[in-house]
């Protein structure tokens, strides 16, 4: 079956933009995960969905950072105002039970200007 | 707070040789999982491994095989038989074992070049 895909591959932004940035987990996993990875940060976490519970937000890093998962499936991560900082790679990854393998997307490449 | 540490930056080796990369963390838990995720240049997180800290036994497949000592809190991948194809970023990762607390905690990578 189909991996986790995500959307779009890169994004170039001004500024002060807002962008949406799209998940698609394997289907039939309930675990829906976001991670960052940065040149001067490394690979961190950011916000965890598991079924209906509510998501762990613990690793956004302000309040311009949000993230949606819609009907159990298809997550967005948004991120209001963007400044250069944000320019990353946010991974997505989805995972069918506990303690169980992360399924890794291939990345938006988000470029702030 | 988890913290895992990966000292080499950088590691190169000829085609078929073994090349052992180092992993240690920091935890104050007793139930955890641990993994080496690879990642090639096409930027796709690869699982490679997977060690249960309650199973003493290592973790092997094929040609990967982990070095899992509790006690000493280190986690180590032996790549035997190396290939082209081999050629990546590493990533060590801690997990706790622990419903609702899966976020993976990473090293900073190590950068692995297989030389023909």
């Known amino acids: 079956g189909a991996g986790v895909s995500q959307s779009p591959s890169n994004k170039v932004t001004e500024k002060g933009k807002d962008v949406e940035l799209r998940c698609d987990p394997i289907s039939g996993h309930t675990a829906l995960y976001w991670y960052r990875q940065s040149l001067g940060q490394g690979l961190e976490f950011l916000i965890y969905f598991q079924g209906n519970s509510a998501p762990d937000k613990s690793g956004l890093p302000s309040d311009r950072f949000s993230a949606e998962r819609t009907g159990g499936s298809v997550s967005t991560l948004t991120i209001q105002r963007t400044q250069q900082e944000d320019s990353a790679v946010y991974l997505c990854?989805?995972?069918?039970?506990?303690?169980?393998?992360?399924?890794f997307g291939p990345g938006t490449r988000l470029t702030v200007t | 707070a988890q913290t895992v540490t990966q000292s080499q930056p950088e590691m190169s080796v000829q085609e078929a040789e073994t090349v052992t990369l180092s992993c240690t963390y920091d935890t104050s838990e007793n139930n955890y999982y641990l993994f080496w995720y690879k990642q090639p240049p096409s930027r796709q997180m690869i699982l490679v491994i997977r060690?249960?800290?309650?199973?003493?036994q290592n973790a092997t497949e094929n040609r990967f095989s982990v070095n899992f000592q509790k006690a000493a809190k280190s986690f180590s991948l032996k790549i035997s038989d190396s290939q082209l194809g081999d050629t990546a970023m590493y990533f060590c990762a801690f997990m706790k074992h622990l419903i609702g607390n899966e976020k993976l905690t990473f090293g900073t990578g190590t950068r692995l070049t297989i030389i023909p």
């Open positions: 060690q249960e800290a309650y199973k003493q």
């Open positions: 990854a989805s995972s069918y039970r506990q303690g169980g393998e992360q399924y």
